[in-house]
């Protein structure tokens, strides 16, 4: 009885109360911020500048809190930093993810809500975190990559130009026309809604296939309509194609046996049926 009448425990409450009113202020403080940059910014400085409040707040009612309870600020801001240094040297990786995190955050490659590929991973950003990233890929899987990973490989940024170019490849049999087939394919990207009108679409002979001649159709579309607009150009084309009576070759061999020679004769025959099968033989008759 004589230990817990000796706890100030009016000390202690204070202390108590501060923690959780600093933990209820920085959540508050945090969402208002939120709430009038959502207009204001884009949503990667919107959830940084969140952060940032959430834990200046509440940093400022932990050591109000201790300072409360009778330590020493000298002596906490010493402990903890003797504390950093040996969690620094016992957890490497972890350090190296965050002084990653602090890299990306300044370099700024992506922003929260682009789309990224990482190591053949292609995702939408969801989360920028102090020791990782967070991916949300097309088929709703949740990945989460180190930030050193990040700085050390190579990321492909898919949403930091609003507008790509789509290229998509083109055979067409080596008897058709290939000026008529380029002017078609031009109408149809001035023709599409898929497609922009600037920069202009365009037409390349990229090679003599095996079994056809291969075009380039180049047009350009929005970033946030490139699956959906790869689509619906690929049925145009097919379409088109089909309605000119323009032939899409398959892959064949064709056998020769001479440069001067001509075409193999082939003829398909019957097989043989025995008629007099089960007849007996004449001479055995005598």
Known sequence: MQFFGAIAWGKWISTLFLLVLGIVLASFAARAISRFMEDRASRHHTVMVRRLVFYLVLAIFFFAALREAGFSLDVV???AGILTVAI?????T???NMISGLFLLVEKPFEIGNFIEVEGTIGEVVSIDMLSVKLRTPDNLYVRIPNETLIKTRVVNRSRFPIRRMDLTVGIAYAEDVARVENLLLD????SSVSLEEPKAF????GFGPSSIDMQFSFWLPSDRVLQGRSQMMVAVKKMLDEEGIEIPFPHTSIYAGSHSEPFRVELLRPQTDTNKGEPDADQNG
């Open 203 to 206: 037409v390349l002979v990229t």
């Open 88 to 92: 620094g040297f016992a957890s490497q």
């Open 188 to 191: 149809l990207a001035r023709q």
């Open 94 to 96: 972890s350090a190296s």
């Open 77 to 79: 801001l010493g402990a």
